[in-house]
Each structure stands twice: as structure tokens, then as C-alpha cells.
């Protein structure tokens, strides 16, 4: 909410990814069980922080006639992941969980490194800010 509201969803987003990259390496090294679990919970507040973000991030790029659309393109957007399990299971049997687990951070790298070169804020594009304590674009 308040990274938000300060420095947009992008930096949120860019926040969760470093957040999941950090869990799944915490992961990977975890020595036991408890310490596996905190990392589990990295990766699931990253995921979190994922989800909310994007959605918002999303809608501010829409206007209010296009946001259904858009909506429905973000969500579709996912469908990729319906696939993941069958890649990571691929990927175990080659390299093992670690390997999974080290892939996934080296991903989360560099998903978080294209969205901060390449995806410019939406509220830099309009060349406004909301206003403080909005989470969303104010055009109707």
C-alpha cells in the first residue's frame, strides 16, 4: 500500500520478485525443515505482493472503457503457468529440486530486471501522479 502509493505498483512489483528470488534461494539453502517453511513464506509473500500489484498495475494502464479488456488480458496472461509443473518436473529430473529451486531465483532475476529496464509506469506515461492514498488511476 504505501510503496504504492510513493513510488507506484512497478517498484511493488519489481519488490516482489526480488522477494521470491530471495525465498527460493533461502530454499535452496535451507539445513532444515522450520528454515524451508520461512522460505516457503518469502516466496508466498512475494507471490502475494505478485498478484495484488499487477492487477493494480494493470488498471492503471487502462482507461475506464478499456479496463475490462484489459483485466481479461492480464488474467489470461497466467495461462502459462497451467504449465509450470510440467516444466519444473522436467527440469527436476535433469537437475534435481535444486536446480528447479535455483532456476526459479535466476528467473525472478530477471523478470524483476526487464520490468525495471523495460516497463515504464503508467503514471509517468500520463505524466501525473494520483493522487495520495489512491491506488488507481483517477479517469473515468
Request: charged share 15%.
Amino acid at each position: 500500500g504505501r510503496l504504492a502509493d510513493r513510488r507506484g505498483w512497478k517498484a511493488v512489483e519489481i519488490s516482489s520478485m526480488a522477494l521470491m528470488a530471495c525465498g527460493f534461494l533461502a530454499a535452496l539453502a535451507a539445513p532444515n525443515l522450520p528454515m524451508f517453511c520461512l522460505a516457503l513464506g518469502l516466496i508466498g509473500a512475494g507471490e502475494v505482493g505478485i498478484g495484488l500489484s499487477s492487477m493494480s498495475f494493470v488498471m492503471e494502464f487502462g482507461t475506464a472503457a478499456r479496463r475490462p479488456a484489459t483485466i481479461s488480458l492480464h488474467n489470461l496472461a497466467w495461462l502459462p503457468g497451467a504449465f509450470a509443473p510440467l516444466l519444473g518436473g522436467a527440469i527436476s529430473d535433469k537437475l534435481g529440486s535444486g536446480g528447479v529451486l535455483a532456476m526459479a531465483s535466476a528467473m525472478a532475476v530477471l523478470m524483476a530486471a526487464l520490468m525495471s529496464w523495460w516497463v515504464t509506469d503508467p503514471r509517468k506515461i500520463r505524466g501525473h501522479a494520483p493522487r495520495p492514498g489512491t491506488h488507481h488511476s483517477q479517469d473515468t
